[in-house]
Every structure is written in C-alpha cells, then in structure tokens.
C-alpha cells in the first residue's frame, strides 16, 4: 500500500515563508501530475498548484508569484515553497499524485497556519 507522507508545515507569522515536501512511502510507477490541494475550516478543498511529468506548472490565482511547486520524479517527491505567506493561506495543506493508470493517491494532510 502506497502512502503519501508529507511534512513541513507549522504556525508562521504573516510575510514569512514554508517549504512542504510530499514523499512516497514506495515508488509509484508513471506518475503524471503532482499537485497541492488545501482546506480551509469551512471552505471546499481546492487546487493551489500542480506539475505535470514534463514540468508544465499552474497556480491557483491566489498563490501566483508566492508559492512554487517542484518536483523530484527519482525520489517520487513534490514541494510546495511558500513565500511571502498571509493569513488567508492557513489550511490543511493536502498532496495528491496521479498516474496514467488512472490511480490517485493523497497525503494525511499537514497544517499550516499563519498568525502573528
């Protein structure tokens, strides 16, 4: 069974800035597209950012020119680099991974809260 094991979340003060990382607990094979999806208490889950397997990225509107996601197809990981974060970006912080086999797999979920 495949797990997705995120990390790198935690409470920081507006304007500063969060690595998350998303590793696969084994390798998954013809991975498409690596995404980030959050949730905010009340909201619906939405896409923040994706990368497909050639490296084609898209931004939720909100996120644009602040966060940057990345991935490493060797190590089945994805990263999310939060900069210049606001108070509105606090949410569960979720990772999905698609493959062309139609399989999808998503994180346990990792907070991150912005607060001064």
């Known amino acids: 069974q495949v797990q997705l094991v995120e990390s790198g979340g935690g409470l920081v003060q507006p304007g500063g800035s969060l690595r998350l990382s998303c590793a696969a607990t084994?390798?998954?094979?013809?991975?498409?597209?690596m995404a980030w999806h959050r949730q905010a208490p009340g909201k619906q889950r939405e896409l923040v950012a994706a990368?497909?397997?050639?490296?084609?990225?898209n931004y939720a509107d909100s996120v644009k020119g602040r966060f940057t996601i990345s991935r490493d197809n060797a190590k089945n990981t994805v990263y999310l680099q939060m900069n210049s974060l606001k108070p509105e970006d606090t949410a569960v912080y979720y990772c999905?991974?698609?493959?062309?086999?139609?399989?999808?797999?998503w994180g346990q979920g990792t907070q991150v809260t912005v607060s001064s």
């Open positions: 999905k991974i698609g493959t062309y086999f139609g399989d999808f797999y």
């Open positions: 084994k390798t998954i094979f013809r991975i498409t597209t």
């Open positions: 990368i497909t397997s050639g490296g084609t990225t």
